[in-house]
Structure formats: structure tokens, C-alpha cells
């Protein structure tokens, strides 16, 4: 039914332009109307129906997200200075009993989202806050001082000052880490010798620069990955280290992610297994 109303309407459109514009009528092949359209008006609509349906999932994702927020009140702000904020500031039971509010709030979106966190206040309260947050081991710093006029943008330049140095000393460790395997001969390096590897031995830690990637598709041979050597580069395709992680992360294993150029030494990625 529907495709007969369909049709109809569509031969109503073209009897109007006929008769709007003389001359222009389009010859009668005798196919069906969808094999009378070229490919360039086919991708003409998907591409338009894709980006409507794009915008309304666009607008159904805020909307979850903005409930999300009421029902748990995060970000979770302390009384204003002229609103309760000397009495919470004097009472130390109810500031304690603030802080871990505070912590219980936050405790929803780090289950979600379990990034490290850094800790910015005044001493007194940093101290209060880390001797009832549920969160200690996500603490990678702390920064002690009033904020509370910095803007976000400021705010997030200052932190990020003190991330940069963690990344740095977790790479340093990390490159530790993987010459102390080499040393005992428990790592396989490279991308043949790692996919390989993968599915045989028990992973414990992939070691992998952030901007590695391998074009290809992925096909099974004799237990390990390999590149298939039909590859279309016009299509979307699969990441064979992408591929390489999951498999490590399925069989409990770590992954680690080290910056540009610090694994030249290690083909840019290395495994780490129990049983070499």
C-alpha cells in the first residue's frame, strides 16, 4: 500500500513539472521510478537523510544528557559566601559531611568515565576531601590555593601542567618496564611477531605508540593476524592494531599508550607475555 501511494505521488510530481515546464517531460522507459534515478540524485538523498537523522540524534542525545545532570546534581557547588558558606566553613562535621556529598556525586560519572582526577583547593580543604574520597587512587596531583575566580579555560591550562609531568614519568616507567622484558627475553616485538603472539601466549601488557595504526582487514591464519592482501583503501577498513588491543584486553591483559617516536627501539609496539 505504501508503495502505491508512494508512486502515485511521485508520478503527480513529474505530471506538475511536465506541465509547468513544457518540453521538459521525461521519457517513458517503462522502469519502475527508483531505476530511473542516477547514482548522483541516490547519493544526493542519502546524504541529505543521513544529516537529518544525524540532527535529530544530535538533539535526543542532549536531552538524555541534560537529565542525566538534574538527577544527579553534579557539578555540586558549596553555599555561596552569602548564602550558608560561613557556617558550612566553621562546622568541621559539616564540612566533612560536604565533602563526602561531594564525592558520592562525583562517584556516578568517574563509574562512567574513570579518568585520573587533580585535586585544586585550599589546604584545608584538599586535606578533608582526600581523608573521605572513595577515589584516592585516581588522584594524580593536588594544587593547593583559592581558584574559585579562574576561569575553565585558566583553569584547565594550570592542571594540565601537572598532567604532563605524570605522563612523562608514566612513559619513563614504561620504557623501563619494557627493556627490563627484553632483558629477559618475555617480549615479542613488532606487529608480525605480536600478532602472532597474541592468541598463543597469555598477554600481560601491549606496549603501543598513540598514533600507530595499520590499514588493512583482518583475516584469520593458522591462530595468528595478518593482513589481507585484498584491500579496498576507497572504503572504510579495519585497524589492525586496534584489533591487536581488544584481544589483549579480552584475555585480561593491559595496554599502554606512549607517545610519538619512543618506541623506534620496539617497532612501535611490543607484548609483554607471562609465558615467553
Not at 553534579?74 to 559531611?97: D, I, Q, T, V
Not at 587533580?118 to 576531601?129: A, D, M, N, T
Not at 619513563?172 to 632483558?183: C, P, S, W
Not at 598514533?211 to 572504503?235: K, N
Request: glycine share 6%; proline share 3%; net charge negative.
Amino acid at each position: 500500500m505504501f508503495n502505491v501511494i508512494r508512486r502515485q505521488v511521485c508520478e503527480d510530481a513529474r505530471d506538475m513539472a511536465d506541465a509547468r515546464i513544457p518540453g521538459l517531460a521525461a521519457p517513458d522507459t517503462g522502469l519502475p521510478w527508483y531505476r530511473q534515478v542516477t547514482g548522483d540524485q541516490w547519493r544526493a538523498f542519502w546524504a541529505t537523510f543521513l544529516g537529518w537523522v544525524l540532527d535529530g540524534f544530535d538533539f535526543m542525545i542532549l536531552s538524555f544528557i541534560l537529565i542525566d545532570i538534574q538527577n544527579t546534581g553534579f557539578p555540586f557547588e558549596a553555599p555561596s559566601r552569602h548564602n550558608g558558606h560561613h557556617e558550612l566553613m566553621s562546622k568541621p562535621e559539616r564540612l566533612g559531611e560536604f565533602m563526602r556529598e561531594t564525592d558520592q556525586h562525583f562517584a556516578h560519572y568517574f563509574a562512567q568515565d574513570p579518568l585520573w582526577m587533580v585535586l585544586i583547593g585550599e589546604r584545608k580543604l584538599l586535606s578533608i576531601f582526600k581523608s573521605g574520597t572513595a577515589h584516592r587512587d585516581a588522584m594524580i596531583g593536588e594544587m593547593e590555593g583559592d581558584y574559585s575566580s579562574v576561569s575553565s579555560a585558566d583553569l584547565g591550562k594550570i592542571v594540565w601542567s601537572v598532567v604532563k609531568q605524570v605522563l612523562a614519568g608514566a612513559n619513563d616507567r614504561a620504557l623501563e618496564e619494557l627493556q627490563a622484558a627484553a632483558e629477559t627475553k618475555t617480549i615479542m616485538i613488532g606487529f608480525d611477531a605480536v600478532s602472532r603472539a597474541v592468541k598463543a601466549a597469555d598477554a600481560s601488557s601491549l606496549f603501543v605508540e598513540e598514533d600507530y595504526h595499520i590499514r588493512g582487514s583482518i583475516r584469520e591464519t593458522e591462530g595468528a593476524l595478518v593482513l589481507s592482501p585484498h584491500v579496498d583503501l576507497s572504503e572504510v577498513i579495519d585497524d589492525a592494531v586496534d584489533l591487536i588491543v581488544e584481544r589483549v584486553l579480552a584475555k585480561g591483559g593491559s595496554v599502554v599508550f606512549l607517545e610519538s617516536d619512543t618506541m623506534t627501539k620496539f617497532q612501535k609496539i611490543a607484548l609483554v607475555v607471562r609465558d615467553a
